[in-house]
């Protein structure tokens, strides 16, 4: 079975949680084990919204999951990017798994994505999706799927 890492940010956006619901169930219908990378807030976020782990089922801490991890650990990389940290991380994950990766860019503040999205691209050949968004997550959706219909295409 094919292994998905999803990568969260800080949960300050409010359109993060659900699209983290929506990005898992997706992989998981698409036959891939999706695990969730995130720091404990986000997870708690993640824990409450969805109880009875119907869309997430597997769940890492995001500094623990970076100690152990080794080069194609995973079959695709997901990264939530709205903050700087965020980037970082996306990049340093990129690095090390030499995998598929998808980066979703987001924020409401264009200079910011503009940011964001010069520091994905110079520092990987992911896939980026980059979008103005914060509240609503449809925009961030329609990236994604736009993104993960290239790949398995």
Do not use: W
């Not at 890492?5 to 084990?33: D, F, K, W």
């Not at 919204?49 to 194609?72: A, F, M, R």
């Not at 520091?119 to 997550?137: E, L, Q, Y």
């Amino acid at each position: 079975m094919k292994k998905a890492l999803v990568l969260l940010g800080c949960p300050e956006s409010p359109s993060q949680t659900p699209m983290a619901i929506y990005v898992s169930n997706r992989l998981n219908t698409l036959g891939y084990e999706t695990y969730i990378a995130a720091n404990p807030a986000a997870l708690k976020l993640l824990e409450v919204s969805d109880p009875n782990n119907v869309y997430i089922k597997n769940t890492v801490d995001i500094d623990e999951s970076l100690n152990s991890l080794q080069e194609k650990d995973y079959d695709l990389l997901v990264g939530f990017v709205h903050k700087d940290a965020a980037a970082s991380f996306f990049v340093t994950f990129y690095h090390i798994l030499k995998t598929e990766s998808i980066a979703l860019i987001f924020e409401k503040d264009g200079e910011l994505l503009e940011e964001y999205t010069n520091i994905v691209s110079k520092n990987t050949d992911a896939k980026i999706g980059s979008v103005r968004a914060f509240h609503n997550p449809n925009p961030i959706k329609i990236i994604f799927d736009s993104a993960l219909d290239d790949l398995i295409k």
